[in-house]
């Protein structure tokens, strides 16, 4: 019991990283209607910087908060170069034009850090666990990440529901051309949701950044997790995004941990295993495809179109 | 741009008229033929081995620009049929099957089946949820045969024979293996012309721009877009077949999903709605690609670039400039 307790928070902290990645995502699906294959590279660049200006500064917190920054730059500094210049295509010449991209960070990501990946260690207090249950440790690094994705997530549910910004945010998703008509400036409005966007996704980069090794590539795959959240949500639903990154999280970390047992109940222990993590790695996408066979608009499907 | 140029054809119906799109399109073809001649006369065997291999993702390119480019369905995880191909030729090579009588079939048969799954399921979404529920396939077929235990895993497996053909054909023979290939391509090229060309792919290619006034005049169009998205499967699974021999390897990073990204750059490369597009395409792609792995150490901070620079300043890829060159 307390092992499934602990592997649910396991699951919970890979659904709230999952989160920072997806709203962005989704952020920039629902409002610039672009497919954005260099999400992933902006969650690497967030890890990479927080690696070196914590070297830089001797800082964790003050390393992190610069990278935050940094990656927030460059998001917008891309969206103003090339980003802007494809909005209003069609989703293939978004899908060539970031896998351009993308090949374009990985290389220089290797040209600026080398091939060898970074590690980014933590400050020493936070290296210890808690007991949260009668026997139960858990560390306190992965209870922070929990605790300050969650702020953040309820950070951006205030800017988006309750401020200004985000009302403009989301008229834009609903009828960008009247937005614009009526004075608002669209572009600024995109560099800027393009930047909150990277910034995110830097964040998760960064956070996620001690745990796992900072190499080249690692935003690949968890793009891909984050484009399943997306889909499974609703484009264009954040409330969507969270619901569902919280799912994919869970299913992800639970099957990985029960499914290879449960199979040892009926096969051999090689064949389980290897069977087991071929499954447990399926997971996300089976819940997925369940999930679109169902609903083809995703759980939460955006009302407007 | 102006009208005149576009209503020649029209007037010159009768005559013929050789168009340089044809010309250009011809003159590939010959370079390509010519290429084991260039390498008997050099013996620059590099030569070879790059351009099977880009005749071979040449033909990836072309089963998914049949659903892609003339069907509309943007699937973003084609690379699953190569590997599936690819996969069934090394399955069973190396539980002793080595004739290509059976492995090449059997690849053609299993990545044809497991797009008929994938198709049935993922037909009915649309647009980005389409991208997204193929690429979800195709992950799961990746950590499928990261799975597999027996046959490499994540490291892959060495295929030690490649396919016999009864003496028919020798594969070992770099030249032979090439002429080959070459065949299986512009047989497929010539068969995807007719599939757009006939009743089946006026309905697909409507279904395209229209799906809702094709099922109103009465085609179940569901039906016909998923035997065009089987098609397509099981042509790039003897693609698969195909690279499983010529790389005498096979393993899960054939299906990585960077793969099919580099699919759909060829197929847009070159210009979708043209038959020899995915050709220029993955030529244009791989030339480029191995130009300047030679030249710098940093290839990709010159190619994607170059990547996006397509997708913001060309429509029509690489046809639409041949295009161009025949309006203007």
Same mark, same amino acid.
Do not use: C
């Given at each position: 019991m307390l092992y499934f307790i602990e592997q649910c928070l396991n699951g919970i902290q890979l659904g709230m990283l999952l989160f920072m990645l997806a709203a962005g995502l989704t952020l920039i699906f629902g409002i610039m209607d672009l497919v954005n294959l260099a999400h992933g590279s902006l969650y690497m660049l967030g890890a990479y910087?927080?690696?070196?200006?914590?070297?830089? $500064?001797?800082?964790?917190?003050?390393?992190?908060?610069?990278?935050?920054?940094?990656?927030?730059?460059?998001?917008?500094?891309?969206?103003?170069?090339?980003? &802007?210049?494809?909005?209003?295509?069609?989703?293939?010449?978004?899908?060539? #034009?970031?896998?351009?991209?993308l090949l374009f960070f990985n290389e220089l990501v290797r040209l600026i850090w080398g091939p060898a990946g970074l590690t980014l260690s933590l400050p020493s207090e936070m290296l210890s666990a808690v007991q949260i249950l009668?026997?139960? *440790? *858990?560390?306190?690094?992965?209870?922070? =990440?929990?605790?300050?994705?969650l702020a953040v997530a309820l950070l951006l549910y205030f800017v988006i529901m309750r401020t200004r910004l985000g009302m403009l945010i989301r008229a834009g998703a609903s009828n960008r051309e009247m937005v614009g008509a009526l004075g608002i400036n669209i572009k600024l409005l995109y560099t800027l949701v393009f930047g909150l966007g990277a910034a995110l996704a830097g964040f998760a980069g960064l956070m996620q950044a001690p745990i796992l090794t900072v190499q080249i590539g690692m935003g690949e795959n968890i793009l891909i997790a984050a484009f399943v959240v997306v889909t499974i949500g609703g484009i264009g639903s954040i409330r969507g995004a969270f619901v569902a990154s919280l799912l994919v999280g869970l299913a992800d970390t639970i099957g990985r941990t029960f499914v290879p047992d449960l199979l040892h109940a009926f096969l051999t222990e090689s064949a389980s295993s290897s069977l087991?993590?071929?499954?447990?790695?399926?997971?996300? *996408?089976?819940?997925?495809?369940?999930?679109l066979i169902v609903r083809p608009e995703g759980l939460f499907p955006a009302t407007s179109k | 741009m102006s009208s005149p140029p576009r209503t020649c054809p029209a007037k010159?119906?009768?005559?013929?008229?050789?168009? /340089?799109?044809?010309?250009?399109?011809? #003159?590939?073809?010959?370079?390509?033929?010519?290429?084991?001649?260039?390498?008997?006369? $050099?013996?620059?065997?590099?030569?070879?081995?790059?351009?099977? &291999?880009?005749?071979?993702?040449?033909?990836?390119?072309?089963?998914?620009?049949?659903?892609?480019?003339?069907?509309?369905?943007?699937?973003? #995880?084609?690379?699953?049929?190569?590997? =599936?191909?690819?996969?069934?030729?090394?399955?069973?090579?190396?539980?002793?099957?080595?004739?290509?009588?059976?492995?090449? /079939?059997?690849? =053609?048969?299993?990545?044809?089946?497991?797009?008929?799954?994938?198709? !049935?399921?993922?037909?009915?979404? &649309?647009?980005?949820?389409?991208?997204?529920? $193929?690429?979800?396939? !195709?992950?799961?077929? *990746?950590?499928?045969?990261? #799975?597999?235990d027996r046959y490499g895993g994540d490291d892959g497996l060495t295929i030690y024979r490649r396919s016999t053909f009864g003496g028919l054909v020798d594969l070992n023979n770099k030249a032979m293996f090439y002429y080959l290939c070459l065949a299986v391509l512009l047989a497929s090229i010539y068969l995807v012309w007719c599939i757009v060309n006939s009743r089946f792919g006026m309905v697909i290619q409507g279904a395209r721009s229209n799906e809702r006034r094709m099922r109103a005049i009465g085609f179940p169009t569901l039906r016909y877009r998923l035997v065009c998205f089987v098609i397509a499967g099981a042509m790039c699974g003897l693609a698969g077949a195909l690279l499983a021999n010529h790389t005498?390897?096979?393993? /899960?990073?054939?299906?990585?999903? $960077? &793969?099919?990204?580099?699919?759909?750059?060829?197929?847009?490369?070159?210009?979708?709605?043209?038959?020899?597009?995915?050709?220029?395409? !993955?030529?244009?792609?791989?030339?480029?690609?191995?130009?300047?792995?030679?030249v710098t150490e940093f290839p990709n901070l010159i190619l994607g670039p170059v990547l996006l620079l397509v997708a913001i300043a060309f429509h029509g890829g690489i046809d639409g400039l041949i295009a161009g060159v025949r309006r203007g």
């Open positions: 910087f927080a690696a070196t200006f914590a070297a830089w $500064t001797d800082s964790f917190v003050l390393g992190a908060m610069l990278a935050l920054a940094a990656t927030a730059l460059v998001g917008m500094a891309l969206e103003v170069v090339a980003i &802007r210049r494809l909005y209003g295509r069609n989703h293939l010449d978004h899908v060539l #034009g970031t896998f351009g991209l009668p026997g139960l *440790y *858990y560390p306190l690094y992965r209870l922070v =990440i929990i605790a300050v994705t087991g993590r071929a499954l447990s790695s399926m997971m996300i *996408y089976v819940v997925m495809a369940l999930v | 010159a119906g009768t005559a013929r008229v050789v168009r /340089p799109r044809f010309v250009i399109n011809a #003159g590939l073809v010959l370079i390509l033929a010519l290429i084991p001649v260039y390498v008997a006369a $050099t013996s620059d065997a590099f030569a070879l081995t790059l351009f099977t &291999r880009v005749i071979i993702l040449a033909l990836a390119a072309l089963s998914l620009n049949l659903i892609m480019g003339f069907g509309g369905m943007v699937s973003f #995880g084609h690379a699953a049929y190569l590997g =599936i191909g690819g996969y069934a030729v090394g399955i069973l090579a190396k539980e002793g099957i080595g004739s290509g009588f059976v492995q090449w /079939p059997v690849a =053609i048969a299993a990545s044809a089946f497991y797009a008929l799954v994938v198709g !049935a399921l993922s037909l009915r979404t &649309r647009g980005v949820y389409f991208i997204m529920i $193929t690429l979800a396939f !195709a992950q799961m077929i *990746y950590y499928v045969a990261i #799975g597999l005498n390897f096979i393993s /899960p990073a054939m299906m990585h999903w $960077t &793969r099919s990204g580099d699919l759909i750059v060829m197929a847009v490369l070159g210009g979708m709605q043209a038959m020899f597009g995915p050709l220029f395409g !993955a030529v244009t792609y791989l030339l480029l690609e191995e130009g300047l792995s030679r």
